[in-house]
């Protein structure tokens, strides 16, 4: 008997570990302090109104003899589905088959999951600051990772450069953590470059409800040829504050083939083996939610986020410190100032202001010396925070 070996050469993250034990030693130092976490990665308000009427209701239902619901059907419940095609067509005027949308439990499952489809010996590019999970799970199964440099060159955005060869290329727009979005021209030349190569575009578009700028597509598929290529990611934790109730989707185009073989139907296949579906309630929830008056309950929390991105990333330009996201995304990702590294302004910020960031270094290398705010905390919180902030780093 052998483990799997690859798991030894997966790096130990410490970051948030690390951020919980600073902020505890500090605390030992000054009891008193008032702490404002600007690094919260969840989301903090309520789900809507509308969800928890959905969820009530199907609940009651499987307590009935009519109502009750065993297993559902692999791919996710029809309602759902049909809500989730719906929900493209409307906002975005993308047309989904039903066939093509699998329901899951978060986009975190099936980001890692996808991977059973893949051979190994598939060459994987990552960004770098990276959402560790993509980096992970493949390194876990053995595969090469190579990782392409998200820097303020090229605003945060990496692209396919000449003799790039990579056949998995995940890529994350709006970014978590850089804030940073693809518009449509630079996500075309993604899309290009994997269909000259043959290679599959992982879109995780877990933020796509964030995105305020025309320019920036929310799906993939508004680009053209992404239906052959691209293989998209999505989620009701950030758009809906689902993080606790579980439910994401995954879209596989009926037109992406590979070695003569629909990736959509070998999904189907994986998931018909590993998966047994999210529970009836939970997608009752997902599908309110898109409906006109749920969309527009969410909406509100959404808006509220925003405003606290603009206030954090304000506070920047007034700061004159470079930054990017905020405008897409729930995400800042800030340049240290006086060339600080991440964990240094990290410390300082933690004593002088009593705000806690997220040191970029902790999603690569070419996050050292940036760090990342998130705009989950409370409109009050995060004014005060960046009050804090400008009365210490401000002009004087
Ligand atoms: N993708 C990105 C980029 C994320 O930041 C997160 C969560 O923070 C996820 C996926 C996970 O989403 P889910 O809660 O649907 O698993």
Sequence with gaps: MHINKNYQNIEETYLFSEVAERVRKYMEQDPGASLIKMGIGDVTRPICKSAVEALIKATEEMGTAEG?????????YEFLRDAIADYYQREDGIKLFSDEIFVSDGAKSDIGNILDIFDKDNVVAVTDPVYPVYVDTNVMAGREVIKLSATADNGFLPMPYPGLEADIIYLCSPNNPTGAAYDR??????????NQHGSVILFDAAYESFVTDPDVPRTIYEIEGARSCAIEFCSFSKTAGFTGLRCGYTIVPGGLVRDGIQLRKMWLRRQSTKFNGVAYPIQRAAAACLKEQGYAELTENIHYYKENAKVIADTFTE????????KNSPYIWVKCP??????????ELLSKANVICTPGSGFGACGEGYVRFTSFNTHENTVEAMRRIKDIFGDK
């Excluded at 006086?338 to 410390?347: E, G, I, T, V």
């Design 319 to 326: 700061l004159k410190w470079p930054y990017t996201g905020g």
């Design 68 to 76: 009750f619901h065993g297993y559902g059907p692999e791919q996710g």
């Design 185 to 194: 021209a630079r996500l075309q030349k993604w899309v290009d470059y994997a």
């Design 338 to 347: 006086k060339s600080m590294k991440s964990w240094a302004f990290f410390d």
